[in-house]
T-cell receptor, first 111, second 116 residues
């Protein structure tokens, strides 16, 4: 079993819809959870960064972490065509510099 | 801010030549930088951890003599792909974390390498 599992998609949704992106993981030592957005041929850009369980909201983005289920989610409200990108979940342990990435989910927002 | 730059953004080279990629943290100091490789439609794969003033730590399966890493200062790390071959063609991305903090890493824009 891979440490981090993420459905590669592609996921296509109409503009304005709520998008739900998810990852599961197996390592209970993970404490830091991140979501990155990567446009084609660009480096990843940090979207959301949470520590331990709970929710975090930033504008149209909400990140949720459920450590009991080893499941994290990213919700995008009022999706826009400019949100079309690959979204990578990532996580690391306490005091551990290494980040483990999911494979990324390709998202297409249809105008 | 936390800006990381990479140079060059694009490089095409002949098989057998060496290519150097620079990674700079522009507005913060980074004692540790990371080098990743990403093949098309694949996730980021950590190649090595670059430590300022000491030897890099390579991940299993990454040849240290082929991928030379130098971290000469708190704002600069370089990756040299020696004797590049077509299978080394990939997207190379570096990241850096702010020294002395638990903040997450910030990524550079990446360098696309094509070896002919």
């Amino acid at each position: 079993q891979k440490e981090v599992e993420q459905d590669p998609g592609p996921l296509s949704v109409p503009e304005g819809a709520i998008v739900s992106l998810n990852c599961t993981y197996s390592n209970s030592a993970f404490q830091y959870f991140m979501w990155y957005r990567q446009y084609s041929r660009k480096g990843p850009e940090l979207l959301m960064y949470t520590y331990s369980s709970g929710n975090k909201e930033d504008g149209r983005f909400t990140a949720q972490v459920d450590k009991s289920s080893k499941y994290i989610s990213l919700f995008i409200r009022d999706s826009q065509p400019s949100d079309s990108a690959t979204y990578l979940c990532a996580m690391s342990g306490l005091g551990d510099d290494k980040i483990i990435f999911g494979k990324g989910t390709r998202l297409h927002i249809l105008p | 801010g936390a800006v990381v730059s990479q140079h060059p953004s694009w490089v095409i080279c002949k098989s057998g030549t060496s290519v150097k990629i620079e990674c700079r943290s522009l507005d913060f100091q980074a004692t540790t930088m990371f080098w990743y490789r990403q093949f098309p439609k694949q996730s980021l794969m950590l190649m090595a951890t670059s430590n300022e003033g000491s030897k890099a730590t390579y991940e299993q399966g990454v040849e240290k003599d082929k991928f030379l890493i130098n971290h000469a200062s708190l704002t600069l790390s370089t990756l040299t792909v020696t004797s590049a071959h077509p299978e080394d063609s990939s997207f190379y991305i570096c990241s850096a974390g702010k020294a002395g903090t638990q903040e997450t890493q910030y990524f550079g824009p990446g360098t696309r390498l094509l070896v002919l």
